[in-house]
């Protein structure tokens, strides 16, 4: 419990600091405490519905949110969120999480390139 | 960057929120800014437009019966709580330098989850 805790407030602050969801830290800190992937992936998701309306309600208040833009690319990825989580039911897990991985990598290579 | 590409890298995000339980905030965030958003306004729209991806993330999986309710909404809740400390930092630090702080943080991420699949090998 005060793991999850823990968790919650670490995703939390990243989350409003980058933009994010916050899974990015989750997802590996449920694995660390002992839960299969799949569990991991899905309580993330869970988690992070809230943490993201927390934050774009914080940020709406500064007058920082453009809803418009947010259905141009949140809609969409709601389409593709259904692809995403019938795909993995068909992964093993070990793939899954070796792309998890990857895409860390190219993210944060991505980051210190460009940013 | 034109608007079709937008809704093109808004269906890839979704498809990696639901493969990795990411909000594809991490893809949100570079598109928005290259329709012409300022750094801060794509965080914040990020977040809003994570929550409709989210959520049909969390039908699918509570489907598949992936849940766990309890530790989602514990984490949720203690998140929300630090949410208001990570945008004031957000608005005050220069982001190129958090970004790389946060790029750091996803590489010694990939190792460990990288080391736990080997490990894993034989139980899975």
Not at chain 2, 114 to 122: G, I, L, P
């Amino acid at each position: 419990m005060a793991r999850l805790v823990l968790i919650g407030l670490a995703a939390g602050f990243l989350s409003a600091l980058l933009g994010v969801g916050g899974g990015l830290v989750i997802v590996p800190l449920l694995l660390f405490v002992g839960f299969e992937i799949r569990s991991a992936t899905a309580t993330s998701l869970g988690a992070i519905a809230i943490t993201a309306a927390a934050g774009a309600t914080v940020y709406a208040v500064h007058g920082d949110v453009e809803p418009v833009y947010a259905a141009l690319v949140g809609i969409p990825a709601a389409g593709g969120v259904v692809l995403g989580t019938t795909l993995q039911q068909r992964v093993p897990v070990r793939t899954i999480s070796y792309l998890f991985a990857a895409l860390l990598v190219g993210i944060a290579t991505y980051m210190l390139v460009v940013a | 960057m034109t608007y079709v590409a937008a809704v093109v890298l808004g269906v890839a995000a979704g498809g990696l929120s639901g493969m990795f339980g990411i909000g594809g905030g991490t893809l949100f965030v570079p598109t928005l800014i290259a329709v012409g958003l300022t750094q801060v306004h794509a965080e914040a729209t990020s977040l809003l437009a994570i929550v409709p991806a989210v959520l049909v993330g969390v039908w699918r999986q509570q489907s598949y019966g992936n849940v766990r309710w309890r530790a989602a909404v514990t984490i949720g809740v203690a998140s929300a709580a630090a949410v208001v400390g990570g945008a004031a930092v957000a608005l005050a630090l220069p982001s190129s330098d958090l970004e790389r702080i946060f790029a750091v943080l996803l590489l010694l991420t990939a190792g460990q989850i990288a080391r736990q699949a080997r490990n894993s090998r034989e139980r899975t």
